[in-house]
């Protein structure tokens, strides 16, 4: 049984910083030991949107192009955690976090940028909210 459960959401002015953390369970079996592992975000009237993602397995970064060089994703495979760093925030930043998986099995990190683009995760957390002010 997978869960993931997301915390370090908050309320920050602009310019602040935040760490987001994923928490994944069930993820790891003896069969499979990389996973694909990403954050999105949703505001009120918007679609989700794709913000980081990682390969466990390999460390395969992928960003969306709004958050390059503010937004690193980081993982400790030790402890099944997932980071987002999340730094110089806008109020275009403010959203419901989420944290994505899936397990790579045997599928390449390529399959993981797919998955990220294409919005296909198997597993999802209930969310952790962002709210940037001026």
């Known amino acids: 049984q997978v869960q993931l459960v997301e915390s370090g959401g908050g309320s920050v002015l602009s310019g602040g910083s935040l760490r987001l953390s994923c928490a994944a369970s069930?993820?790891?079996?003896?069969?499979?030991?990389?996973?694909?592992m990403a954050w999105f975000r949703q505001s009120p009237g918007k679609k989700r949107e794709g913000v980081a993602a990682?390969?466990?397995?390999?460390?395969?970064?992928y960003y969306a192009d709004s958050v390059k060089g503010r937004f690193t994703i980081s993982q400790d495979n030790a402890k099944n955690m997932v980071y987002l760093q999340m730094n110089s925030l806008k109020p275009e930043d403010s959203a419901m976090y989420y944290c994505?998986?899936?397990?790579?099995?045997?599928?390449?990190?390529?399959?993981?940028?797919?998955?990220?683009?294409?919005?296909?995760?198997?597993?999802w957390g209930q969310g952790t909210q962002v709210t940037v002010s001026s």
């Open positions: 994505a998986a899936n397990r790579m099995n045997k599928q390449t990190d390529y399959d993981c940028y797919v998955s990220f683009l294409t919005d296909q995760f198997n597993y």
């Open positions: 069930g993820l790891t079996t003896p069969s499979n030991n990389a996973n694909c």
């Open positions: 990682i390969s466990t397995g390999g460390g395969t970064t």
